[in-house]
């Protein structure tokens, strides 16, 4: 089993909620609302600030793709 503080994990790229909000062309507050909601991709929050591991991110797109590609 990993260390749960390996580097892998702690050096994963991070996004702030505002990064977050612009890649997906919405509102910080949609995004505190999903947090209150407890929808949309897992989050930490460091020092009283909210991030999103890139890594999740990307998870939560993928898990939302509809249709085919052609």
Known sequence: MAHPFAPTDRDAPMLRQSQLAKRWNMSTRTLERWRAENYG????VLGGSIRY??????????AGLRGTIR
């Open 41 to 44: 991709p897992p989050y930490l």
């Open 53 to 62: 591991r890139l890594d999740d991110i990307v998870a939560f797109e993928a």
